[in-house]
């Protein structure tokens, strides 16, 4: 069982930057991979960015390419979202999320945070 807890989320205005952090329970946090979702009201929750369990592989939703950035620390159990030039559109509640393979073909959660409530405001 991995219990993952989410923080750093908040009020920020259009344009500025956040980053969140999901803290892992488990000694076995550095063979897992790791991903971030979002759900805004109404809508699906949708994929936001993974990480492999070595850290060295990533991807990211076309919607957040070159503005979000994921990573990881396997010392500290923790991974990362870095959300920069961040938009309105991205108002949403942000999961943390971890996938028992290393590195799935398609990246889905196995265990799930909480969330965490990010809002941009314009």
């Known amino acids: 069982q991995v219990q993952l807890v989410e923080s750093g989320g908040g009020l920020v205005q259009a344009g500025g930057s956040l980053r969140l952090s999901c803290a892992a329970s488990?000694?076995?946090?550095?063979?897992?991979?790791m991903g971030w979702f979002r759900q805004a009201p109404g809508k699906e929750r949708e994929f936001v960015a993974a990480i492999s369990w070595s850290g060295a592989t990533t991807n990211h939703a076309d919607s957040v390419k070159g503005r979000f950035t994921i990573s990881r620390d396997n010392a500290k159990n923790t991974v990362y979202l870095q959300m920069n030039i961040l938009k309105p559109e991205d108002t949403a509640v942000y999961y943390c999320?971890?996938?028992?393979?290393?590195?799935?073909?398609?990246?889905?959660?196995?265990?799930w945070g909480q969330g965490t409530q990010v809002t941009v405001s314009s």
């Open positions: 488990g000694r076995t946090f550095g063979t897992y991979s």
């Open positions: 999320a971890c996938n028992r393979a290393r590195w799935p073909a398609r990246f889905t959660g196995d265990y």
